[in-house]
């Protein structure tokens, strides 16, 4: 069974920046495709960003609401997927969820939907 556990959220001002990290417990890690999605109270799930595997180029994709803010990525020898936040604003306040799947195809990757793995989230509060 593969787990993921985020950390690195936080209550943070307009304009700051936070690092968030996610551990998967997979010995393949390298094979999964990465995501990270996040929730406000009352919405859906909502994509932030994803990176392919490393035999996929590990292409980037990103939400229009976080490109040029955002930066997801990956070291396979820790195992672990990163989100750099930067300029952060108030509506990106939310608990942020890593995601993993490794068969994902290219036109579900911002569907929370077809992810199999889920971390259990992490706040992130951006106070103005």
């Known amino acids: 069974q593969v787990q993921l556990v985020e950390s690195g959220g936080g209550l943070v001002q307009v304009g700051a920046s936070l690092r968030l990290s996610c551990v998967v417990s997979a010995r393949t890690f390298s094979q999964y495709t990465v995501a990270w999605f996040r929730q406000r109270p009352g919405t859906e799930r909502e994509f932030v960003a994803v990176?392919?595997?490393?035999?996929?180029?590990?292409?980037?994709y990103y939400a229009d609401s976080v490109k040029d803010r955002f930066t997801i990525s990956r070291d396979n020898a820790k195992n672990t997927v990163y989100l750099q936040m930067n300029r952060l604003k108030p509506e990106d306040t939310a608990v942020y969820y890593c995601a993993a799947d490794m068969g994902i195809i290219l036109s579900s990757l911002r569907n929370y939907a077809h992810y199999d793995y889920w971390g259990q989230g992490t706040q992130v509060t951006v106070s103005s």
């Open positions: 990176m392919r595997s490393r035999v996929r180029g590990s292409a980037t």
